[in-house]
């Protein structure tokens, strides 16, 4: 369970580390005009709504793989002997492995119990079948905004990187992927559109 969380919540971050990096690139060219705008802008909207699917993917309590159903699991009384055992490869689990997972098994909890299910569950009418044509003006619609949903990946990533470290002891944080998938974005898009401007890019001159 925990490697298919991590990749689904990695393939999260990256999707809006990429939106927060183009939103970026946007607003440090306000005044340009630029052909690679448009690109721009598509990008950053099917970005943001790449998100939505993933978070979906990690964030659905009907499904057996899902944080909802981590959470239950380490909520049980045996699940830290569980998963000490997973983190030290099958053997007796010593002091500082028992240690480690209680405190990451802790930040898993804390993390999942701030989340906010009030503004996730407002979009829980657009699953399964719907998802795939899901939009974002119909999530503007059901009153979801980009800072619930960044708020909602960040606690993913949390998440998804303390089951990583306390079933495997793997340091494996998808709150990387997403700063770094913010940074190469930004700085794409952010040439890309200057040198448009300046009519370079499609070799043109703006008027």
């Known amino acids: 369970m925990a490697p298919e969380l991590n990749n689904w919540t990695t393939m999260a971050a990256r999707a809006y580390g990429i939106y927060a990096g183009v939103n970026q690139a946007l607003k440090k060219t306000r005044g340009k005009n630029a052909i690679a705008k ?3 802008q598509e990008v950053r909207q099917e970005m943001i709504m790449m998100t939505l699917i993933r978070l979906f993917a990690v964030m659905d309590r009907q499904s057996e793989v899902s944080m909802q159903s981590v959470y239950r699991f380490l909520k049980q009384p045996n699940a830290l002997d569980e998963v000490s055992l997973c983190y030290s490869s099958g053997l007796k689990p010593g002091s500082d492995a028992l240690k480690t ?3 990451a098994r802790d930040k898993f909890l804390s993390t999942y119990l701030g989340v906010d299910f009030k503004s996730f569950g407002r979009i829980q009418s657009f699953r399964n079948g719907q998802i795939a044509h899901l939009e974002w ?3 503007e619609m059901a009153k979801v905004t ?3 949903v960044e708020a909602m990946v960040r606690a993913c990533c949390e998440m998804a990187g303390q089951l990583t470290l306390m079933t495997s002891g793997h340091n494996d944080w998808p ?4 700063n770094e998938a ?3 974005a930004y700085e794409f898009w952010h040439a ?4 448009d401007s300046e009519g370079e890019l499609f070799g043109r001159t703006n008027g």
């Open 146 to 148: 980009y800072s619930e």
């Open 182 to 184: 913010h940074e190469d």
């Open 175 to 178: 709150l990387e992927h997403l």
């Open 192 to 195: 890309a559109i200057v040198v």
């Open 101 to 103: 997972c209680s405190t």
């Open 137 to 139: 003006p119909e999530a």
């Open 38 to 40: 448009d690109r721009a």
